[in-house]
């Protein structure tokens, strides 16, 4: 994710020289990262508990996709634009 995300920015920069575009992909990347970070520690969880792969990752799949869903419910709220 650090590798692309930089390579994004490098080209945005490339391609518009904006800064305030700059400033709301590097924020948002930061906001919409976060959701994803706990499928991370779910998958060898779930699997230690001799779940199988698939079904761990199906299982951290839907628990991000809910942490998506809260945060474009709440994100607005509170200051974050998508």
Partial sequence: MPLISV???ILLW???HDAERMIA???ATFWYVLPSLP???LVP???KREVGFGLALAAA???TMGL???IMLVGPRIG???
């Fill in 14 to 16: 490339r391609d518009t």
């Fill in 68 to 70: 998506y869903a809260l």
């Fill in 39 to 41: 499928m991370f520690l």
């Fill in 25 to 27: 992909h590097s924020s």
């Fill in 61 to 63: 799949c839907v628990v």
């Fill in 7 to 9: 390579l994004g920015m």
């Fill in 45 to 47: 969880a779930l699997m």
């Fill in 80 to 82: 974050i634009k998508p």
